[in-house]
């Protein structure tokens, strides 16, 4: 089992930073990529990808963040951060940390964190 606690949500007015923390523990041997999603509050709105970082240090980021979100991690503190900037009011959302984990064939895992609130106003 891998526990995943986010944190560093808030509210923050439009062109304000944020930066959010996603501290892994448990048995994270395995994990092979850890990402960052949100969910806006709209009830259409699905939970999208924000940005991932893998293993091996590559990234990936949505279109609507690039060049203004950067995800990095500590390995030494098996955390991982997104730092936000230029936040705009439609970057409000629930943010959600996600490990992929793969023990084997048949054998990959997803685990969620609680989330974390972020508030963007105008």
């Known amino acids: 089992q891998v526990q995943l606690v986010e944190s560093g949500g808030g509210l923050v007015q439009a062109g304000g930073s944020l930066r959010l923390s996603c501290a892994a523990s448990?048995?994270?041997?395995?994990?092979?990529?850890i990402g960052w999603y949100r969910q806006a509050p709209a009830p259409e709105k699905q939970r999208e990808l924000v940005?991932?970082?893998?293993?091996?240090?590559?990234?990936n980021y949505a279109d609507s963040v690039k060049g203004r979100f950067t995800i990095s991690r500590d390995n030494a503190k098996n955390t991982v951060y997104l730092q936000m900037n230029s936040l705009k009011p439609e970057d409000t959302a629930v943010y959600y940390c996600?490990?992929?984990?793969?023990?084997?064939?048949?054998?990959?895992?997803?685990?969620w964190g609680q989330g974390t609130q972020v508030t963007v106003s105008s």
């Open positions: 996600n490990a992929a984990q793969s023990l084997g064939p048949g054998y990959d895992y997803d685990y």
């Open positions: 448990g048995s994270t041997f395995g994990i092979n990529a």
């Open positions: 940005a991932t970082i893998s293993n091996d240090g590559s990234t």
